[in-house]
């Protein structure tokens, strides 16, 4: 479902991330104050290099070979912020300043909780008992980001199911772990969505629900930014 507007309807967006786990808002006015408008869903939360606001777009000086958001390579299903200790960011929000000329850098996006529904009882028990080692992405080392954290792979928050997922940088080697990897891929290609967020749109989603990704691109000029909302107290 796509939301045009002339402004941000937050009621309308709460609505839709509670039905669905994501909103596409488009029609925003031109000098639209994202972060602002952002924040009245919970505070901004400070990301690597403690900015409120991230650009994401490519970096010459990192190779396409790996896996980045700073590059133009497909990225692989995941949450957000599962490296770092304490609750995830409720909500992740993408606007486009410069979408991607020609085919790809959509943002695809899957239902995680459904994945769930794969793990028998004692299993899910089992996630959110045991805690597994998750690592930041290497490639973020460059920017001073080496996290190692020890996290269950569900949690429950205030009665919210919190979700967390990596298919690289959850690195539980035994057989559950092993397998809430793989029947979460396998779950991703079957559900996902695909979504290319047009110049001065946005796209926000659940991250304690949704996992997400990117297809490949090959336009450099590829340019969104991205917040990080919290729980509001």
């Not at 080692?133 to 009665?159: C, F, K, M, N, Y």
């Amino acid at each position: 479902m796509i939301v045009s507007t002339n402004d941000l309807d937050l009621d309308a967006v709460r609505l839709r991330l509670a039905l669905a786990g994501y909103a596409y808002v488009s029609g925003l006015p031109e000098g639209f104050d994202y972060p602002s408008a952002l924040a009245e869903l919970g505070p901004l939360m400070p990301q690597y290099g403690d900015v409120l606001v991230r650009d994401v777009k490519p970096d010459p000086a990192i190779s396409n070979d790996v896996r980045s958001s700073a590059n133009m390579a497909e990225l692989t299903p995941h949450t957000e912020w599962y490296e770092f200790p304490g609750l995830p960011p409720r909500y992740v929000a993408l606007w486009c300043v410069q979408p991607a000329a020609g085919d790809g850098g959509e943002t695809t996006l899957a239902d995680g909780h459904a994945m769930l529904d794969r793990f028998t009882a004692d299993e899910l028990a089992q996630l959110a008992a045991q805690s597994w080692r998750w690592r930041s992405r290497p490639t973020l080392a460059r920017e001073g980001v080496r996290q190692v954290v020890h996290h269950p792979t569900i949690d429950i928050h205030q009665g919210q199911l919190v979700l967390r997922f990596s298919t690289l940088d959850l690195l539980g080697q035994d057989e559950l772990a092993r397998r809430y990897v793989a029947t979460g891929s396998e779950h991703f290609e079957a559900a996902k969505i695909s979504i290319k967020i047009a110049k001065g749109a946005i796209l926000l989603w659940d991250n304690w629900r949704m996992m997400h990704a990117r297809n490949a691109f090959s336009d450099p000029n590829r340019h969104l930014c991205r917040v990080l909302i919290g729980v509001a107290n």
